[in-house]
């Protein structure tokens, strides 16, 4: 039988991948160049499920996936969030005190500068985390250290040489869970995260009136974010997360208000809160 197939984006030993096989172990990682090729692949069928980041603790939004998820047919299915531990890596034999470069994700160098001015490396952004332990694992070089996951390490052959290097102990990326077929969980679930996008009409105090229902109905909001779409300044879409079911009567009531005051509105998933929110 061949086995389910999990999409994400970035080479193998990417932290996308670690989420895929800690939150879906049943499922094997299929690494995707890019986003648009993570859904591509489950909306044509070939995999089942998609994981996609899209926020850190750290460094925020993935901005890349909320320009994607308005435009795809896939609905979130489960939330998760994890913990990212960055380890410093070299080939085997190398000698950490000769180490004068240090190769990773412009993100991952952000979050290790402690680690960086310690040691006096000169960072190297790289396409991201994993691509830079394979090529090091490519180039051999001596005097290189990459900053990438356990996993990478794992796959590439490299030698961990500093673990969990990163500066930020709450260091955390939340992944979302997409799937082409969906059922929502019942309205009597315990904690339900709705997820949805929205584009207010262009007039005066359109969005404050837009959200006023979600204050009158008793609605807790969790996430509010703005980005522009299509290049129009004038064309603001928001991404929200909310507490709450669909069906429940308030945030029926509060998604029903929001609709007199915008263009477009879409529901991109329904789904049980991860217990990490406590």
Do not use: W
């Not at 990682?29 to 089942?48: H, I, K, L, N, Q």
């Amino acid at each position: 039988m061949t086995a389910k197939l999990i999409a994400f984006q970035g080479e193998r030993g990417a932290f996308s991948e670690v989420a895929c096989r800690l939150y879906a172990p049943d499922h094997e990682p299929f690494p995707c160049a890019t986003f648009e090729a993570v859904f591509d692949a489950v909306e044509s069928g070939r995999a089942a499920l998609a994981m996609v980041p899209v926020e850190n603790s750290i460094a925020g939004r993935v901005s890349d996936i909320h320009h994607l998820l308005p435009q795809t047919s896939l609905q979130i299915v489960e939330e998760r969030f994890l913990p990212v531990h960055h380890q410093l890596m070299t080939i085997k034999d190398a000698v950490p005190a000769k180490i004068k470069t240090v190769r990773s994700h412009a993100m991952a160098l952000g979050q290790c500068r402690n680690l960086i001015q310690r040691r006096g490396l000169v960072p190297e952004i790289a396409g991201d985390t994993a691509g830079a332990a394979r090529q090091l694992s490519e180039t051999r070089e001596a005097d290189v250290a990459v900053i990438a996951s356990e996993l990478a390490a794992e796959n590439y052959g490299l030698e961990i040489i500093e673990a969990n290097i990163e500066d930020a102990g709450h260091n955390t990326t939340r992944f979302l869970k997409m799937a082409a077929d969906t059922e929502y969980p019942g309205v009597e679930a315990e904690r339900v995260i709705t997820s949805f996008v929205f584009q207010v009409r262009n007039i005066p105090a359109a969005l404050f009136k837009a959200l006023g229902g979600f204050a009158t109905n008793g609605v807790n909001m969790t996430k509010l974010e703005s980005y522009q779409q299509d290049g129009r300044f004038e064309a603001t879409m928001f991404y929200a997360d909310i507490d709450g079911h669909p069906q429940s009567e308030n945030v029926r009531l509060a998604l029903e208000e929001l609709g007199f005051f915008s263009t477009s509105l879409k529901i991109l998933g329904v789904y049980e809160a991860d217990p990490f929110r406590g």
